[in-house]
Each structure stands twice: as C-alpha cells, then as structure tokens.
C-alpha cells in the first residue's frame, strides 16, 4: 500500500482535505489525534513528559495542552524535545496500523511532514495551502486564542514556500468545491498509479 503524506501549516484545512479521501474510501491516519491519545494512554510518554516539563504537565484528566502548548510553543529546543518523546511513538503505533489497512493507498495527515523528515516514509506527499490571513481566520473561529498564539504556532512550522519545494502535490484550499475538485482528480491519479 502507497503511503501519500498530507500536511499542511495550522489553520490550512488539512483535516478537512484528509476527510475528502476519507469519504472516498481512503483509510486516514490523522498522526495529530493519535498523538494526543498516546500522550492520555503510554506511561513512557506521560514520565518523560513529566521528567521534562514538571508535575503540571498532566491534571486529572490527562495531559495539560495548554500549559504544554504555553511552554513548547516559545521554546523551540523544548518543542524538538517533547517531539522526540512523541514521535517514535506515533510512528510505531501507524506501523500497526498500516497493517490492518486495505486499498491502492493510505492518508497520513501530518502537521510537521517536512519539519520531521517524515516525507522520506512516504511514496508521494500532498501540501495543502492557505493564505496566512485565512489560516488565522479558521484557528480564530476554531479555537480559543489569540493572534500571539497562534503566531507563535506558525513561527514553529516552515513556510509554505519551502514546503511547496517538497510536495509533490499542493492543493490551495480556499473555496471548498475548487478544493473537493482537486481530491477527486487527485485520488484518480493516485488510483491509476499502483
């Protein structure tokens, strides 16, 4: 089975391009939500955590997002860290995953694709694209934040013009039936390709 990597900067709708395949039948693997339920299920995962960030890393209910995300995301040697605990784990639990899977290829929808080098695991990569004030609109409506945070977000992630230099692919994801467009004939091509 093709491995196809989907990534895109926060706020360019890469979940919703991953939901386009996953509605064409393509099994998708969003590394994202299986990383925040490793953080909640792997007992390495939460000591390390809790060896490098402290006590408050984990409340009651499970891994304390926003005071890691306060801590990772202005601290760019502590992120590439806490990445490091993460990530091994990630790609472990995909491997067993993949091997359940069935078809000509499979989604694996990854914020930092390029970042990690997690682009060399894959047979073809697609690089979904926004324009910056859009991608701050969408995370202003989605989520709780503020601009501050969400910049602070951003200047962790590369920029869509040196990631462009390494996809394959790149779907500009403005209008949604221009972008449900571009998966179709996209998941045609990729199809044909086996």
Known sequence: MKIVGLTGGIGSG???VATMFKNLGV?????????????????????????????????????????VADRIFQDVEL?????????????????RWLKKQEGVYCIKEVAI??????YKECDYTILVTAPKSLKIE????????????????????????????LAHTVIENIELEETQKSVLKLHKKLLKSQ
Not at 80 to 94: E, L, S, T
């Open 138 to 165: 969408r995370l202003l409506q989605r989520d709780a934040t503020t601009k501050e945070a969400i910049a602070a977000r951003m200047k962790n992630q590369w920029s869509d013009t040196k990631k462009i230099k």
């Open 27 to 67: 099994p998708v693997y969003i590394a994202d939500v299986e990383a925040k339920k490793l953080t909640n299920s792997s007992k390495v995962i939460r000591r390390k955590l809790i060896e490098l960030l402290g006590e408050e890393a984990y409340s009651d209910t499970g891994l304390n997002r926003s005071f």
């Open 113 to 118: 694709l390029f970042e990690n080098g997690g």
């Open 79 to 95: 992120l590439q860290r806490v990445n490091q605990i993460i990530h091994p784990k990630v790609k472990a639990h995909f491997k």
């Open 14 to 16: 890469k979940t919703t």
